[in-house]
Structures are given as C-alpha cells and as structure tokens.
Nanobody
Framework: QAQLVESGGGLVQAGGSLRLSCAAS????????MGWFRQAPGKEREIVAG????????YYADSVKGRFTISRDNAENTLYLQMNSLKPDDTAVYYC???????????????????WGKGTLVTVSS
C-alpha cells in the first residue's frame, strides 16, 4: 500500500531552521512529481514547494522563496524540505503529496495529487 510519512516537525524560534522529511513506500514514487503543502489554523491548505520526478525543476510559493529548499533522494525514496529563517507565519501542519499522472510535471497546486501524508506540525515562536 502506497504511503507517505512526514517527520522533522517541531517547535523552533523565529529565525531558526528545520528539515522536514517525507518517506515514501509502496509505489514508484521516484517517477512522480511531489510537493510540500501546509495548512495553518483557520486557513486553507496552500502549496509550499514542488519538485519534478528527477529533482531538476522546482517551484516555490512567493512566501518561502529564498528561505526554503525542496529536494529529493530517489534512491532513498525520500522528499525533503529545508526551512531556514523561519517566521511565526510559517506555523502550520506540513504535508507531502505525490502525483501519479505524467501530465503533472511539477507540483504547483493540490489539484491532481494522488497520495498524501498525515502531516507534521511546525510551530515557530516569536
């Protein structure tokens, strides 16, 4: 059964860093475009960053450009999100997701995502 499991969340002070991981299993995730999303309390889910199957192309929401880096290790079936210069506004549950369709070259929205993890909570204190 295909599964995505996030880890690495926690409590950090503003200006600090965290690295999220998403372990994939049960499917050929190395062939899929993947992405990170987040949902803050009382807000809708939003895209944070996306990456194509090989890792050669990436997409970032304007709010995280220059601070977050998405990457993947297909040999380890793992997706990463390095988060630097964290702000209180980054507080949210972070989810990884994957799209099976070859028409989704890089993830920029949650449309067409086939697999979702259960999320990991990131809390940034001021």
């Amino acid at each position: 059964q295909a599964q995505l499991v996030e880890s690495g969340g926690g409590l950090v002070q503003a200006g600090g860093s965290l690295r999220l991981s998403c372990a994939a299993s049960g499917s050929t995730f190395s062939h899929y475009a993947m992405g990170w999303f987040r949902q803050a309390p009382g807000k809708e889910r939003e895209i944070v960053a996306g990456i194509n199957w090989s890792g050669s192309s990436t997409y970032y929401a304007d709010s995280v450009k220059g601070r977050f880096t998405i990457s993947r290790d297909n040999a380890e079936n793992t997706l990463y999100l390095q988060m630097n210069s964290l702000k209180p506004d980054d507080t949210a549950v972070y989810y990884c997701a994957a799209a099976r369709s070859v028409t989704i070259v890089i993830v920029t929205t949650d449309i067409g995502m086939d697999y979702w993890g259960k999320g990991t909570l990131v809390t940034v204190s001021s």
